[in-house]
């Protein structure tokens, strides 16, 4: 099993970019969570999918910020523009649906760093 | 609202020694609880979860945790401490609810000395 996969790894950009983050859920979960980790702010959920539909994005920090599941196996956080406050690492996780099996698996992350 | 409190920044503990790095929580409902793991420059990895039953719970590379519902805690433990258990602890919670997320601590620095 390829675990939950995130790209790019590192991503560097000036301010004001548009900034495309990529994630591929294990295969056969149906839920995804997209996370923000900094250090000021500890680990910030942003928003999830169930069904590759949003369920709660009331994490998400404002309309700079968008997040798409276009399909089962691939989703997307874009932030347009991006600002030097949303350097931070962000997480991809993802979940089955089985009662009982909650425990959310994440990928390596894709460290952001805008200048 | 559900949160997690890890009171601990840091803990140190020599190897071969037993370990324990503390989480409390608050929940509306049923608690279903977690420990999660990061090394540096990696994401988070399940360790161990508390969704019912037996409340000692055990887990990944001989890591342990215990539910204490009268006193909302949900501490991590291992018997033997190894060097290679250095790394970033974090607990979380969420509800018996439909909600799927989690609510994760502040994180905990694990320094085992050899």
């Known amino acids: 099993d390829a675990g939950v996969i995130q790209s790019p790894r590192h991503e560097v950009t000036e301010m004001g970019q548009e900034v495309t983050l990529r994630c591929k859920p294990i295969s056969g979960h149906d839920y995804l969570f997209w996370y923000r980790q900094t250090m000021m702010r500890g680990l910030e959920l942003l928003i999830y999918?169930?069904?590759?539909?949003?369920?709660?994005d009331s994490g998400m920090p404002e309309d700079r910020f968008s997040a798409k599941m276009p399909n089962a196996s691939f989703s997307t956080l874009k932030i347009q523009p991006s600002e030097p406050r949303d350097s931070a690492v962000y997480f991809c996780?993802?979940?089955?649906?089985?009662?009982?099996?909650?425990?959310?698996?994440f990928g390596p992350g894709t460290r952001l760093t805008v200048t | 609202a559900q949160s997690v409190a890890q009171p601990e920044d840091q803990v140190n503990v020599a190897e071969g020694n037993p370990l324990t790095v503390k989480c409390t929580y608050s929940?509306?409902?049923?608690?279903?609880l977690f420990w999660y793991v990061q090394y540096p420059n990696r994401g988070l990895q399940f360790l161990l979860k508390?969704?019912?039953?037996?409340?000692l719970v055990k887990g990944s590379y001989g890591f342990e945790a215990e539910f204490n519902k009268s006193q909302t805690s949900f501490h991590l433990k291992k018997p033997s401490a190894l060097v290679s258990d250095s790394a970033l602890y974090f607990c979380?919670?969420?509800?018996?609810?439909?909600?799927?997320?989690?609510?994760f601590g502040s994180g905990t620095r694990l320094q085992v000395q050899p």
């Open positions: 996780a993802s979940s089955f649906s089985r009662v009982g099996a909650y425990e959310q698996y």
């Open positions: 929940v509306s409902g049923n608690p279903y």
């Open positions: 999918f169930n069904n590759n539909v949003p369920i709660d």
């Open positions: 508390y969704i019912t039953g037996d409340n």
């Open positions: 979380a919670v969420r509800d018996d609810t439909g909600r799927r997320a989690l609510t």
